[in-house]
């Protein structure tokens, strides 16, 4: 059964989904594997505060256990309150920020990418994992989600749910659509990588709401067939990464 937009703003309902990702495997492996990404880009930055936005129902922590996780809800499985459009951290202290599928969550971006800016010291970055607008992800996102997905929507999120209210296509309408003017907006920061993937594992995992499609031995399988259909992202992928460097 889907969840209400009052059970999604709940606590209880992000307590809920981390027992969720624990006892679905395929998709706590999908999990590990965004991490994995966050591990990746993190190489070489300078010294400083890594920080997690939207740690929700995740597990960053076991994976890079020297970030501190957050939540725009108080939540006992994370270090901080933290809201990503007023952040309560000093200019220039920052090294890393990661979000994973929480960027199209923030209602006002303009300000959370100021403050990203002015928290990051030079050469820091915001490392994010979002949903990505191909046919097949729009498609997907469009009927088997609670969420809104409108590519042609602006930069702002309309309502106050902090779960509830969202557009998927949020990550795509401003570091893809709008390059341009999020480039004359923020000159201190550089877009590095926007990259799709990830066409079919999320779908086999079930996510937080179907069951789970395949057994966890098919997901080696999974990533086989994910690099073969690599060239066909563009089309296909359902979630990109994001890339941004401070400089």
Not at 99 to 113: S, Y
Request: proline share 6%; with cysteine.
């Amino acid at each position: 059964m889907k969840s209400t937009s009052s059970d999604l703003d709940s606590p209880n309902t992000t307590l809920e989904r981390v027992q969720i990702i624990q006892k679905k495997k395929f998709l706590k492996r999908t999990y590990e594997d965004f991490y994995g990404i966050f591990k990746t880009y993190s190489k070489n930055l300078p010294l400083g505060k890594k920080v997690e936005i939207g740690s929700g129902a995740g597990f960053l922590k076991k994976i890079m256990p020297d970030v501190v996780t957050s939540d725009i809800m108080k939540l006992p499985n994370c270090d901080m309150v933290v809201s990503a459009e007023k952040m309560p951290f000093r200019n220039s202290t920052l090294s890393g920020i990661y979000m994973l599928n929480t960027f199209h969550h923030i209602k006002n971006p303009k300000k959370a990418l100021s403050e990203f800016s002015r928290c990051l010291k030079k050469g820091g970055r915001v490392i994010m994992v979002e949903p990505y607008n191909s046919l097949w992800g729009r498609f997907i996102y469009k009927n088997f989600h609670h969420e809104v997905f409108d590519p042609k929507g602006n930069w702002k999120i309309q309502g106050k749910g902090d779960l509830s209210d969202a557009n998927g296509a949020l990550p795509w309408i401003v570091f893809v659509r709008d390059k341009k003017k999020f480039e004359k907006l923020y000159p201190s920061l550089k877009i590095l990588e926007t990259i799709p993937h990830t066409p079919t594992r999320y779908i086999l995992s079930g996510g937080f709401v179907y069951p789970q499609l395949v057994p966890l031995k098919f997901y080696n399988f999974s990533l086989s067939l994910e690099k073969w259909m690599s060239k066909f992202n563009k089309y296909f992928a359902m979630f990109v990464t994001i890339v941004i460097e401070k400089v």
